[in-house]
């Protein structure tokens, strides 16, 4: 029979007093300050650009555009993440999505291994295309300063912001003219508006 050594001795007594060495995980959490963990979004810093979307090398972020309601939607599956974090990356605010040391992402149930976040559209007023949504303009808008009055639409935004313009949006019944230039048209229609005589 091999007998213990003193040393083995010495932390086996060590230890009935002390607890085991190992952590009472997933019992007890056990925070991991340093780990590429799982992906948050945060509301007031996205502004739902998709950007992230673009360049997810594993699709585990979607996005959706509801144009009856007039909402876009992002969803992040986190079973399909694989903690690149190139969304926080390439995020455009830099602050958007950021990968936290949270680990125990382990669950019975795969449909609730996501996360979202919604965000108003802003549609042409004339044909109801998707110009990008409110958040993101507003996001333009800030970061062009003083620039941004060259540009009749984002002047539009941040007057609306201001409450100096009209909060709802309404649909164009006819083929815009020169006088709807001061409207949330898309690219095409503002075109047209611009060519109209
Ligand atoms: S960490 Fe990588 S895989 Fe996960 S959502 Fe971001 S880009 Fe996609
Ligand atoms: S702001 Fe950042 S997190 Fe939000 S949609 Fe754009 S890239 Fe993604």
């Known amino acids: 029979m091999r007998y213990p050594k003193l040393r083995e001795l010495r ?3 060590k230890a009935i007093f002390k607890g085991p060495y190992t952590t009472k995980f997933p019992k ?6 340093k780990y590429r963990g799982k992906a948050e979004f945060d509301e007031a810093e996205c502004v739902g650009c998709g950007a992230c979307v673009e ?16 909402k876009r939607n992002i969803i992040l599956y986190y079973d399909k993440c694989i903690f690149c ?3 926080q990356t390439n995020c455009i605010t830099e602050k958007g999505i950021r990968l936290t040391p949270e680990y125990d992402l ?11 976040i919604e965000k108003d559209l802003l549609l042409c007023e004339y044909c109801g295309a998707i110009i990008g949504t409110t958040d993101h303009v507003k996001w333009v808008v800030r970061r062009l300063g003083l620039l941004a ?5 984002l002047l539009l935004v941040s007057h609306k912001e201001l409450g100096l313009a009209e909060k ?4 164009l019944k006819k083929l815009p003219k020169r006088s709807d230039r001061i409207k949330f048209l898309c690219p095409k229609c503002r075109r047209e508006v611009t060519l109209a005589d």
């Open 11 to 13: 932390e086996a007594i």
């Open 28 to 33: 007890v959490p056990s925070p991991a300050p």
């Open 55 to 70: 360049v997810c090398p594993s699709d585990a972020l979607e996005l959706f555009d509801d144009l009856k309601k007039r």
């Open 85 to 87: 974090g190139e969304c």
């Open 106 to 116: 382990a669950t019975f149930d795969r449909a609730k291994a996501k996360t979202s």
């Open 149 to 153: 009055y060259a540009n009749l639409g």
């Open 168 to 171: 709802e949006v309404r649909r």
